[in-house]
């Protein structure tokens, strides 16, 4: 039982992910501002070398280019599929799991890309920035702790 609600808080999460670009889209109150990920901060905060610069762009560049794409409809079709099956008078757990279980294949394809990122970019480091990227990204990985 403990499993299936993490599944759904899971799933809700990954539909939330997926469906605020579309809400933040439609309130042009604020002008659109850059988006800028801990990696960025930590990356920028690193003095790269030229050359470092260069392979760290090639390396975002190629993530970007082969990274898992979302299918907004798919993601629609499957949210529609877990209000379904939420809704029906007997709960058909089999079906839920095939719905939590392309979800959760989705996430982990994109969590491997980006960590593949994240080493791929360590590995271009020196030792002292090899140092402090790992603080820096201990840090942003506690919330700033």
């Given at each position: 039982m403990?499993?299936?609600k993490?599944?759904?808080?899971v799933?809700?999460?990954?539909?939330l992910?997926?469906?605020?670009?579309?809400?933040?889209a439609?309130?042009?109150q604020?002008?659109?501002?850059?988006a800028?990920s801990?990696?960025q901060?930590?990356?920028?905060?690193l003095?790269?070398?030229?050359?470092?610069h260069?392979?760290?762009?090639?390396?975002?560049?190629?993530?970007?280019?082969?990274?898992?794409?979302?299918?907004?409809?798919s993601?629609?079709?499957?949210?529609?599929?877990?209000?379904?099956?939420?809704t029906?008078?007997?709960?058909?757990e089999?079906?839920?799991?095939?719905?939590?279980?392309?979800v959760q294949?989705?996430?982990?394809?994109m969590?491997?890309?980006?960590?593949?990122?994240?080493?791929?970019?360590?590995?271009?480091?020196?030792e002292?920035?090899?140092?402090q990227?790992?603080?820096?990204m201990?840090?942003?990985?506690?919330g700033?702790k």
């Amino acid at each position: 039982m403990k499993s299936l609600k993490k599944s759904l808080c899971v799933l809700t999460a990954s539909a939330l992910l997926v469906t605020a670009p579309f809400v933040s889209a439609s309130s042009p109150q604020q002008p659109p501002q850059p988006a800028v990920s801990p990696l960025q901060m930590v990356i920028a905060s690193l003095n790269l070398s030229e050359e470092q610069h260069a392979e760290v762009i090639s390396l975002i560049e190629d993530y970007q280019s082969d990274r898992t794409k979302i299918d907004m409809n798919s993601a629609i079709e499957l949210k529609k599929k877990q209000v379904a099956l939420v809704t029906q008078p007997d709960f058909n757990e089999a079906e839920m799991e095939k719905v939590i279980d392309t979800v959760q294949a989705t996430e982990k394809s994109m969590v491997m890309q980006e960590m593949r990122l994240k080493n791929n970019i360590y590995n271009v480091l020196t030792e002292e920035q090899k140092e402090q990227f790992k603080t820096m990204m201990k840090s942003a990985l506690s919330g700033g702790k």
